[in-house]
Nanobody, 117 residues
Framework: QVQLVESGGGLVQPGGSLRLSCAAS????????LNWFRQAPGKQRNWVAQ??????NYADSVKGRFTISRDNAENTVYLQMNSLKPEDTGVYYC????????????WGKGTLVTVSS
């Protein structure tokens, strides 16, 4: 069992930046995939960014503005968000997949990001 706790959300003006953190209860060093998802009000949860076998991938809507990274020593995944837009508003969730064929994945409870003037 892996517990995940997201933090760093808040209210920010358009064009601003935030860095989200996802602290894991144990080591993530050998995890297969680390993901960030977001859910806008009244909409489904969508994938935003991932690190999978050392390679980073991003949704088209955030490419060039968001950066996902990891700190294995701190058991933490980060999402640096720059040039924020109102459409980036939503609850951001961390998701980890320990093993490619394990069929297991874990979610945090989310952190709210609001982009508004």
């Amino acid at each position: 069992q892996v517990q995940l706790v997201e933090s760093g959300g808040g209210l920010v003006q358009p064009g601003g930046s935030l860095r989200l953190s996802c602290a894991a209860s144990g080591s993530i060093a050998n995890f297969y995939a680390l993901n960030w998802f977001r859910q806008a009000p009244g909409k489904q949860r969508n994938w935003v960014a991932q690190i999978i076998t050392g390679i980073t991938n991003y949704a088209d809507s955030v490419k060039g503005r968001f950066t996902i990274s990891r700190d294995n020593a701190e058991n933490t995944v980060y999402l640096q968000m720059n040039s924020l837009k109102p459409e980036d508003t939503g609850v951001y969730y961390c998701n980890v997949v320990p093993g490619r064929y394990s069929g297991m994945n874990y979610w945090g409870k989310g952190t709210l990001v609001t982009v508004s003037s």
